[in-house]
């Protein structure tokens, strides 16, 4: 028999989105390991806050809502509150009753920069990182570092003379285009703009958009763009992030970014750091040496001598720590395709880098129940 088609709205819903999630659901297992960070968090939320004046967005659903964008890969703020008005997984997780207002985008974003001035992304990929049924899954004696470049919410137009003065197209040399009754470029909002023959570097030039973005490419033949560079410092036994940071687009950003995130780990000993042939030079295998970190850094042989020698390739441990490393680009692709990180949605170098820190911390979570179950 033929159902009929028939609209069913009544005046009371006695269904909870609890009972709307299915029990085997993936966000399930992250929301307990979620949530037990957060508690761990409670008291840095509560100093953040005053104890009077009227409530905001509690801390946690905020942090829950920026953790759904990550792993949707929702593009903007806006569209996020739009799904936690009508998916009912989202705003389970969230936090969110059925009939619950949902926020005014303005005011989450308002509210997010509270969470990026008191640093909690790190704090968050700290506690999460820290609790006793993830430590078991990691290592504490090999790890691997890289750095990846991260597109800058600016366009090329953008970068411009740091004194403010244009270069003039026209001159008098007579050559076509210059004073010869061509019409001028158009003008607006995206007006044309000729760079050739112009030579711009990040000493006379930034961009007035995201003034922190620098102009810089890894490799020869690859275009220049503007950009942020961020760094991961991953455990060796499952590929988790120990460690994330950004730093502006340089030449040494990575070995600097290497050594400032192995200073900061707590009650350290003796261990090995993977890294690319970018890492080879003379100065950094010193330092790592000097705070007692073995180098197992890929020789770079290219017209010169690496800084790698027999007393470090001879042994088993380095071949299987220059195999190993290479897991960390799926940390990087992860980010850049589900996490939006390819090219940010924010400008400066503060919620740049409190948004790649949040999205490592996403991309360990999204890993941790399967990880988790298998242990």
């Given at each position: 028999?033929?159902?009929?088609?028939?609209?069913?709205?009544?005046?009371?819903?006695?269904?909870?989105?609890?009972?709307?999630?299915?029990?085997g659901h993936p966000l399930r297992a992250i929301r307990?390991?979620?949530?037990?960070?957060?508690?761990?968090?409670?008291?840095?939320?509560?100093?953040?806050?005053?104890?009077?004046?009227?409530?905001?967005?509690?801390?946690?659903?905020?942090?829950?809502?920026?953790?759904?964008?990550?792993?949707?890969?929702?593009?903007?703020?806006?569209?996020?509150?739009?799904?936690?008005?009508?998916?009912?997984?989202?705003?389970?997780?969230?936090?969110?009753?059925?009939?619950?207002?949902?926020?005014?985008?303005?005011?989450?974003?308002?509210?997010?920069?509270?969470?990026?001035?008191?640093?909690?992304?790190?704090?968050?990929?700290?506690?999460?990182?820290?609790?006793?049924?993830?430590?078991?899954?990691?290592?504490?004696?090999?790890?691997?570092?890289?750095?990846?470049?991260?597109?800058?919410?600016?366009?090329?137009?953008?970068?411009?003379?740091?004194?403010?003065?244009?270069?003039?197209?026209?001159?008098?040399?007579?050559?076509?285009g210059a004073g010869q009754g061509v019409e001028p470029?158009?003008?607006?909002?995206?007006?044309?703009?000729?760079?050739?023959?112009?030579?711009?570097?990040?000493?006379?030039?930034?961009?007035?958009?995201?003034?922190?973005?620098?102009?810089?490419?890894?490799?020869?033949?690859?275009?220049?763009?503007?950009?942020?560079?961020?760094?991961?410092?991953?455990?060796?036994?499952?590929?988790?992030?120990?460690?994330?940071?950004?730093?502006?687009?340089?030449?040494?950003?990575?070995?600097?970014?290497?050594?400032?995130?192995?200073?900061?780990?707590?009650?350290?000993?003796?261990?090995?750091?993977?890294?690319?042939?970018?890492?080879?030079?003379?100065?950094?295998?010193?330092?790592?040496?000097?705070?007692?970190?073995?180098?197992?850094?890929?020789?770079?042989?290219?017209?010169?001598?690496?800084?790698?020698?027999?007393?470090?390739?001879?042994?088993?441990?380095?071949?299987?720590?220059?195999?190993?490393?290479?897991?960390?680009?799926?940390?990087?692709?992860?980010?850049?395709?589900?996490?939006?990180?390819r090219k940010t949605r924010h400008r400066g170098h503060?919620?740049?880098?409190?948004?790649?820190?949040?999205?490592?911390?996403?991309?360990?979570?999204?890993?941790?129940?399967?990880?988790?179950?298998?242990?």
């Open positions: 028999m033929r159902g009929g088609d028939i609209e069913t709205s009544g005046l009371f819903s006695y269904v909870s989105c609890e009972a709307r999630v299915p029990v307990a390991i979620v949530d037990e960070a957060l508690e761990v968090l409670s008291p840095d939320f509560e100093r953040m806050y005053s104890p009077i004046g009227r409530p905001s967005i509690p801390p946690e659903k905020l942090l829950r809502a920026l953790l759904l964008q990550a792993f949707y890969t929702v593009r903007s703020e806006r569209q996020l509150m739009e799904q936690l008005d009508y998916n009912l997984l989202f705003r389970w997780f969230v936090g969110l009753a059925m009939d619950a207002p949902i926020w005014d985008v303005t005011v989450f974003t308002k509210n997010r920069e509270r969470l990026l001035a008191g640093d909690i992304a790190a704090q968050f990929l700290s506690a999460v990182m820290g609790q006793s049924r993830v430590k078991v899954l990691l290592s504490d004696e090999h790890f691997s570092v890289d750095g990846t470049l991260i597109e800058a919410w600016a366009s090329m137009k953008s970068f411009k003379p740091k004194g403010g003065v244009e270069p003039d197209d026209s001159d008098d040399s007579g050559s076509p470029a158009p003008q607006g909002r995206n007006a044309e703009r000729n760079f050739r023959g112009e030579k711009r570097s990040n000493a006379t030039h930034a961009s007035i958009t995201d003034s922190d973005a620098r102009l810089f490419k890894k490799a020869r033949g690859q275009a220049a763009r503007l950009c942020h560079m961020g760094h991961v410092l991953m455990e060796n036994r499952n590929g988790l992030v120990v460690d994330a940071m950004l730093t502006h687009a340089t030449g040494t950003a990575e070995r600097e970014a290497a050594l400032a995130m192995l200073e900061r780990m707590d009650g350290r000993h003796r261990i090995t750091l993977g890294a690319d042939k970018a890492y080879d030079t003379a100065g950094f295998i010193a330092a790592l040496r000097g705070i007692k970190v073995t180098p197992h850094v890929a020789q770079n042989n290219n017209g010169r001598r690496s800084a790698i020698d027999g007393r470090t390739t001879r042994h088993g441990g380095y071949a299987m720590s220059i195999r190993i490393r290479k897991k960390i680009e799926e940390i990087f692709g992860w980010a850049k395709t589900s996490g939006g990180m503060d919620r740049v880098g409190w948004n790649f820190t949040l999205t490592a911390a996403a991309y360990n979570l999204v890993r941790l129940p399967k990880l988790l179950a298998a242990a």
